[in-house]
């Protein structure tokens, strides 16, 4: 079975520092990416990690324990235009199956 | 410019008229697929193809057809719509890489589909 779990909703204030997490139970793993999704608009690509440990892309950052499937998604200096979902998605074992996508954590950044 | 695109990005119709929503992409990808978008039950998987002429049924299929006749080109098609098929839908392609494995999938802007 498939099953990708993130906090539904969270809420940080401008300039600090948030971490979204993400728990999997998947047939197999083979990479974990890392979407941003502001309201109405397409997801796009933020990071990709398929080894343990950071990988780290200017204020984002992304962190992958296999052994415990689980990742998260760390977001520095937050800034108003952070306000977004995050999906987390795990590609299977079989790396030509489709993508296994969680349902998204909704971001809030306040003043 | 590389892209993903979709035609129409918004639509009103009635139910039972059949429509169809055209996704493009000119990145040479092998995988397209297709997305729906509810809220609170995230982005579930409709239709997806691994190349030409190959396609497979997603979390969602009821209700959809696809087809997959041109490397870049993967319309869905409603032959019935109905209300419940009133969802923000976004359209999806990816490369396989030198390993075999999917890379990042790139998203269509989304077509916002109401059904009266």
């Known amino acids: 079975g498939q099953n990708i779990d993130q906090p539904t909703e969270m809420t940080a204030t401008e300039g600090a520092i948030v971490q979204i997490n993400c728990t999997y139970q998947?047939?197999?793993?083979?990479?974990l990416f890392w979407y941003q999704q502001h309201a109405g608009e397409a997801p796009t690509f933020l990071s990709y990690?398929?080894?343990?440990g950071l990988e780290e892309k200017g204020r984002f950052s992304s962190f992958l324990s296999r052994s415990k499937g689980y990742s998260y998604l760390l977001l520095k200096e937050l800034q108003m235009k952070d306000s977004a979902s995050y999906l987390c998605?795990?590609?299977?074992?079989?790396?030509?199956?489709?993508?296994?996508f969680g349902k998204g954590t909704r971001l809030s950044v306040i003043a | 410019e590389a892209q993903v695109t979709q035609n129409p990005r918004y639509l009103i119709t009635v139910t039972g008229k059949k429509l169809t929503v055209t996704c493009s992409q000119n990145?040479?990808?092998?995988?397209m697929s297709w997305y729906r978008q509810d809220p609170g039950l995230g982005l579930r998987q409709i239709y997806y193809?691994?190349?030409?002429?190959?396609?497979d049924k997603g979390d969602v299929p009821e209700g959809y057809k696809v087809s997959r006749k041109e490397k870049r080109n993967f319309p869905l098609i409603l032959e019935s719509p109905s209300p419940n098929q009133t969802s923000l839908y976004f359209c999806?392609?990816?490369?396989?890489?030198?390993?075999?494995?999917?890379?990042?999938?790139?998203f269509g802007p989304g077509t916002r589909l109401t059904v009266l």
């Open positions: 193809s691994m190349n030409v002429e190959v396609t």
């Open positions: 999806a392609s990816s490369l396989f890489g030198q390993t075999g494995y999917m890379n990042e999938q790139f």
């Open positions: 998605a795990v590609r299977p074992l079989s790396g030509n199956t489709p993508l296994v």
């Open positions: 990145m040479n990808h092998e995988y």
């Open positions: 998947t047939s197999g793993f083979n990479g």
């Open positions: 990690n398929v080894l343990d």
